[in-house]
């Protein structure tokens, strides 16, 4: 099926958009351009400056369009972008089955396809294309701009240095006026003081101050008290890891991460290319109308991080967002992982799928299950939770709490909605998210296939 | 040092919980600092203690369950379980009973994972049973039914055991339940009553006399009484002579006149009423009786035009008359044009899986089909070739594909209206039905079709056939 220029400038909304486009048309930023064997379909993954990389798809029957980025615009740029790859090189498309999220999108579009309107504003993929000039940049504001970053990004540190003083204040508070009492408003007092963070320009931190009491009431009773102490006694240690030169995980955990592109230029950063598994893949709807997406992978070989995490921010107002991967999947990928003593946290440069289905590495033999734990905690004391590969084991009941049992370990499992079927299955090995008091199963192999808490 | 380290901080711990300052005194790292410092220290120490240091302890009691059981047949590929979550996810229980019905027809049972059989098993696959009896915490044993082991067995195996000894030695399956059933829930009660239409024989007449008479449930009464009518068995006389007075014996036709009999005419509400009451009591052959004709001449001579729904006429039949004259009637049906796919289903208990199959052959190809779901009823999932070619042969078949191709062709115009989603969402149903029915063959050829009608390949309209194609492999 052919598409013409004339039709995608057609269907673009206006001609900033055909602009971002024409940006994107760079093979690079593609690592998945794919049509269906009848030509009607094309779909793609744009790495974007995200995590996971958006999904894009194309009806070219009638250009419809479906992206997994927040923008508002219809199509977006990337969906335009790929519209504009597949006319000029249709030939770079490899033909492939069409996978779920597309199939799934087409039947949902049944019942909204409406023909593309045009706004009447001249676009065009030529004008698209012209080089910007370059703008002329005068010293002396050079000068004055560095100068001015400069005094804001000092203010900035002083600011959240107050906002630290004042965390730690309210902790020693909390503890002069007892945590029982915390855990009786826990909700509210969590949120005043992540306010104060927030205008002290540390929000990540009020974030995970304000996912405080989700954490703690998720426990049973009996483990608040000393999850609430975990809680706090872990802002004391990041308040005090505070500084200017501090370890950028400090500093991803207070002020935010670093944006992709400063990532990828950083020649320092862990980059691993390797075979890697979706394991799970979690939606938190955080208090501030962002929904945090939280992908988890596992190495299947390689020497480099066993796990890596991608994670992604979109705002809840956008609607549901496509999930970047599908559960299960394995695909050859090169990651970058943000700098730390822990490289956990990372970014997809690019990726291949893969046909043949890889088993989990090996355990190397240790007694202690949780030691993996223990170390991330020894680099990172500040972290929350960790992934963890535990070895064979079973499922099993103690009181109301599910545990897994394997040798001489007992970990508490935080969800009570495990399907009752793993509990009779012998659990080869499991990947579990361990917070210091109850694991979270994502994913098991097990005498009978494998389980994905998330598929 | 651990046990000192844990000592100091769990009275740490009792002391932050009520309020106030914890002794920081014998602790190094908070030695010399003030007090704010040393109890932040402590707090610091206390976060990563229990992490780092501790491990949970083992739970003194727990409760392990068993290994899952081994299964009759093979589970479903790792490879076909997202396809069969996602048809699970939305679809009624009549098509997920379609479904595992159709999977099992095809040697292969859903992923325990992915889904586990209600306890009841009702309309469900007998291959389950030792899942539904893991799931029950019951003991898997397979020992043949007996007095000793009827206790023993769990509800769906034991019906299971008492369907395969009715049919092998009916007389002691009636004493077996004779002795044990009384105590058991009425829907089991009835389920087993529903296998004495196998080896059915006078001897059952006496405990079938007893049932309907002095059970508690009204369902077994009549379910009883239904058995009893087909031995003859009734003594329904007064009834049976009042429904009798209700009909009227006329002669119909010009030229070739013919006995026709009919409910009278102008029959009030509370009589209508009465007539539709008596009709679930009276046995045939004692409305025969009644009317002074024998079976086949009642079965040759009433009415078939008013019936538009299995009418209570024809469940009489199907409950209470000989098969031959049931037939008769049922064959006159069909002739009139009065008889319906969705009408046959009641006859499963007194057809051959075989005989229902030819009759519904005969229906599809007479052009009597007006939905999919009701020849599945009939024929049950995974139909065979001779069905699945009168299907695609079938009028209905082809009114299904055009009407999808005009409002595809619709909807590619931008002309989507109410009537173009509904006939799609109706593609849904339909496709989800010959699915369920067809061979993988046939099933290919469907997609071709609807593809060449207008639907792309990844539709999910198709998700349905595509499985049951995938599922070829499967086929015994």
């Known amino acids: 099926m052919s598409l013409t220029t004339s039709a995608i400038e057609h269907v673009a909304p206006d001609q900033a958009s055909l602009k971002a486009a024409n940006k994107l048309l760079s093979p690079g930023k593609w690592p998945e351009r794919v049509v269906s064997g009848d030509s009607a379909l094309i779909w793609g993954a744009c790495q974007g400056s995200g995590a996971n990389p958006y999904r894009v798809a194309v009806d070219l029957r009638d250009l419809g369009a479906k992206c997994s980025c927040p923008s508002r615009k219809f199509p977006c740029k990337h969906a335009l972008a790929l519209m504009l790859f597949y006319s000029s090189q249709a030939a770079d498309f490899t033909p492939g089955e069409v ?101 002290a320009k540390a929000g990540p931190l009020a974030g995970r101050i304000d996912g405080i009491p989700a954490r703690v009431l998720a426990m049973p009773q009996t483990a608040r008290a000393d999850a609430l102490i975990a809680e706090l006694g872990k802002l004391v240690i990041l308040a005090r890891s505070w500084a200017d030169d501090c370890d950028p995980a400090v500093r991803r955990v207070i002020t935010g991460a670093e944006n992709r592109e400063d990532l990828l230029n950083n020649k320092d950063a862990l980059r691993h290319d390797g075979l890697w598994e979706v394991l799970a893949s979690r939606d938190e709807t955080r208090r501030d109308g962002l929904i945090a997406r939280s992908t988890w992978l596992l190495a299947l070989n390689g020497a480099g991080p066993s796990f890596a995490l991608l994670q992604d921010f979109f705002s809840a107002s956008a609607g549901k967002q496509g999930a970047a991967f599908a559960i299960g999947e394995q695909m050859q990928a090169n990651l970058v992982f ?43 004391p500040w972290l929350t939770d960790v992934p963890i590969l535990l070895p064979a084991g079973r499922l099993a009941q103690a009181g109301d709490t599910p545990i897994w049992l394997g040798g001489d370990s007992a970990l508490p499992l935080l969800s009570n909605t495990l399907p009752d079927a793993v509990f009779g299955a012998e659990l080869r090995q499991s990947v579990v998210l361990w917070n210091g008091h109850a694991a979270d199963l994502l994913a098991a192999e097990t005498n009978l296939g494998r389980y994905y808490a998330d598929a | 040092m651990l046990e000192d380290t844990f000592s100091r901080l769990e009275a740490a711990k009792m002391r932050w919980m009520a309020g106030g300052v914890a002794d920081a005194s014998g602790d190094p790292l908070a030695d010399g600092s003030d007090a704010a410092e040393a109890q932040l220290r402590l707090l610091a120490q206390a976060a990563l203690f229990k992490q780092s240091c501790l491990r949970p302890s083992k739970p003194g009691k727990t409760a392990l369950r068993p290994l899952l059981p081994d299964l009759e047949l093979p589970v479903l590929p790792d490879v076909l379980r997202p396809a069969f979550r996602q048809l699970m996810q939305v679809q009624d229980r009549r098509s997920r009973q379609g479904l595992i019905g159709f999977m099992a027809a095809r040697g292969v049972l859903a992923h325990p994972f992915d889904w586990l059989p209600p306890q009841d098993l009702n309309g469900y696959p007998d291959a389950y049973i030792a899942l539904v009896k893991w799931n029950a915490g019951a003991e898997q044993h397979s020992a043949a039914l007996s007095a000793d082991s009827w206790e023993d067995m ?21 004493q077996l339940m004779e002795a044990h059933a009384g105590c058991l829930p009425a829907d089991q009660r009835l389920a087993l009553l529903d296998c004495f239409v196998q080896g059915l024989s006078p001897g059952d007449g ?25 031995l003859d068995d009734v003594e329904d006389g007064e009834d049976a002579r009042e429904l009798a007075d209700f009909m009227v014996q006329t002669k119909t036709g010009l030229v070739r006149r013919r006995q026709v009999i009919d409910l009278r005419d102008k029959l009030n509400p509370a009589q209508k009423k009465r007539v539709g009451d008596l009709f679930e009591t009276v046995s045939f052959s004692a409305l025969a009786s009644a009317l002074g004709v024998v079976p086949s001449i009642l079965a040759a001579n009433y009415v078939t035009q008013p019936h538009t729904s299995p009418a209570p006429f024809l469940e009489m039949c199907i409950r209470s008359a000989p098969v031959d004259a049931l037939m008769t009637y049922w064959g006159r049906m069909r002739a009139d044009g009065a008889a319906q796919m969705h009408m046959l289903a009641a006859f499963a208990d007194r057809l051959t899986q075989e005989q229902m199959t030819t009759q519904a052959l005969g229906m599809i190809n007479a052009g009597a089909v007006t939905d999919f779901g009701s020849v599945l009823d009939v024929v049950g999932p995974d139909a065979g070739r001779a069905i699945s070619e009168a299907l695609l042969n079938c009028d209905m078949y082809r009114t299904f594909r055009g009407d999808l191709k005009s409002a595809l062709a619709k909807r590619a115009k931008g002309e989507s209206d109410y009537q173009v989603t509904t006939t799609i969402a109706q593609g849904d149903a339909h496709a989800m039905m010959l699915a369920l029915l067809l ?38």
């Open chain 1, 99 to 199: 996978p779920d999220w597309v199939a799934e999108w087409l039947g949902r579009r049944r019942k909204t396809v409406t023909p593309a309107k045009s706004d009447g504003e001249t676009k065009s993929l030529a004008a698209a294309q012209q080089p910007e000039p370059a703008k002329p940049v005068d010293p002396k504001v050079a000068a004055r701009n560095a100068a001015a970053a400069a005094k804001r990004a000092k203010a900035t540190q002083a600011a959240i240095a107050d906002g630290l003083a004042d965390m730690e204040a309210w902790v020693l508070d909390q503890l002069r006026t007892g945590l029982s009492d915390l855990l009786g408003d826990l909700t509210g007092r969590c949120r005043r003081i992540a306010s104060r963070l927030v205008d």
């Open chain 1, 338 to 380: 943000y700098p730390g003593p822990m490289p956990l946290r990372a970014q997809i440069v690019d990726r291949h799928v893969v046909e043949d289905h890889t088993p989990w590495p090996a355990l190397p033999e240790t007694g202690d299950t949780l030691r993996a734990f223990s170390e991330a905690l020894t680099r990172e």
């Open chain 2, 154 to 174: 769990y509800p769906a195996e034991r019906q299971r055991a008492f369907n395969a000894l009715r049919a092998t030695t009916p007389e002691i399956a009636r």
């Open chain 2, 206 to 230: 006496t405990y079938l006399r007893r049932l309907a008479s002095g059970d508690r449930s009204a369902k077994v009464k009549a379910r009883a009484l239904g058995l009893l009518a087909r």
């Open chain 2, 439 to 476: 061979t993988a063959d046939a099933a290919r050829q469907v997609i071709s079709d609807l593809e060449e009608a207008g639907l792309h390949n990844a539709d999910p309209i198709l998700r349905p056939l595509k499985f049951n194609s995938a599922l070829q492999g499967f086929s015994p």
